[in-house]
């Protein structure tokens, strides 16, 4: 089953803008994960932030864990057109030895 | 180092058949989680094993199993195949199975 939903279900902005993708899950959790995921193909980590952690920045990229609201949110700046991709949350459910995937925010950099 | 390989890529077979899919995780990588993933449904997890013992099982029908090997291999296998199970199947390992995960490039099953 799933644990996470991503927000919005799809985005489409210009390149050079920033890009903001939101999470929510449902129960306890250890770590949050983001993942991209181009045309299908296999997904490619980008980052991992603790339930202890506030805010966590990887290059570009932006995390923050909200772990009362059970929300986290995905900023990627300075868009590029290679940044078009499907992005998803991943949740470890407390006692559970592994991920959960939600279903994605497809993202569409125009040139 | 080797990433994760699955086998084969594309597979196309027939609705009642079964199927044998294979991820090899890569070196030292002693969980492999299995991921169904459709156009409708997003990425279900189907199971994770560690060390050769099965830890969770998603809400799947017992058509769909899974094994580990000694050199954690694993493969999946899904019997009385039908239409509904087609999709991308992908195949993630990791060190202990909630770190970072690294996946296979996915087997493509098409059942017609």
């Known amino acids: 089953s799933q644990q996470g939903e991503e927000d919005p279900q799809a985005l489409s902005i210009q390149e050079g803008e920033n890009a903001t993708m939101n999470c929510s899950y449902k129960?306890?959790?250890?770590?949050l994960q983001w993942y991209r995921q181009n045309s299908g193909r296999g997904l490619v980590h980008l980052i991992l932030i603790r339930s202890n952690e506030r805010e966590k920045h990887s290059g570009r990229l932006r995390v923050t864990l909200d772990t009362s609201k059970k929300s986290s949110s995905l900023l990627i700046t300075a868009s590029r057109a290679a940044d078009t991709a499907s992005y998803f949350c991943?949740?470890?459910?407390?006692?559970?030895?592994?991920?959960?995937f939600g279903a994605g925010t497809r993202l569409t950099v125009k040139p | 180092k080797a990433g994760v390989t699955q086998t084969p890529r594309y597979l196309i077979k027939t609705r009642g058949q079964q199927v044998t899919l294979s991820c090899s995780p890569i070196?030292?990588?002693?969980?492999v989680s299995w991921y169904q993933q459709t156009p409708g449904q997003g990425l279900q997890f189907l199971f994770e094993y560690f060390s050769e013992t099965q830890r969770n099982k998603g809400n799947f029908p017992g058509r769909f199993s899974g094994r580990q090997f000694s050199n954690s291999r694993s493969e999946m296998n899904v019997s009385t195949l039908e239409l509904g199970d087609s999709a991308l199947y992908l195949c993630a390992s990791s060190w202990t199975g909630v770190t970072e995960a690294f996946f296979g490039q996915g087997t493509r099953l098409t059942v017609v």
């Open positions: 070196s030292g990588h002693r969980s």
């Open positions: 991943a949740t470890d459910p407390a006692g559970a030895n592994d991920m959960r």
């Open positions: 129960t306890s959790i250890n770590n």
